[in-house]
């Protein structure tokens, strides 16, 4: 496996993520309060999409490794053999990922 990000910098990266999921909720939340709900929605789905690369980073953590090269691009850039972009596959993966942690 390639790391794109290896394991020493997983808690940075978790950071960095944490930081845009802050940014991301605080500006959604000022746009909602001022009746902006379509903004606030977009605001919102960056957020929680940004929520599953912090998941990503935390998962890979726990197993004791780094972040490889496919998995970044996976939800980063989406899944052109199976034709779905980064904003359906980060989701999915989060899931997949979330049940697979919760078995073992």
Known sequence: MTELIPYDELDDGFQRT?????????SSNLAFSKNHYHISIGLS????EEISKMQMF??????????????WNLVTKGD?????SAHVVKP???YLDRKKFNRN
Do not use: H, T
Request: hydrophobic share 35%; no cysteine; charged share 40%.
């Open 80 to 84: 052109p053999k199976n034709k779905k």
């Open 45 to 48: 789905i960056l957020a929680y």
């Open 92 to 94: 999915e993966k989060s």
């Open 18 to 26: 944490k930081f845009l999921v802050e940014s991301f909720m605080d």
């Open 58 to 71: 935390f998962f890979a953590r726990q197993k004791g490794e780094g972040i490889s090269k496919e998995d």
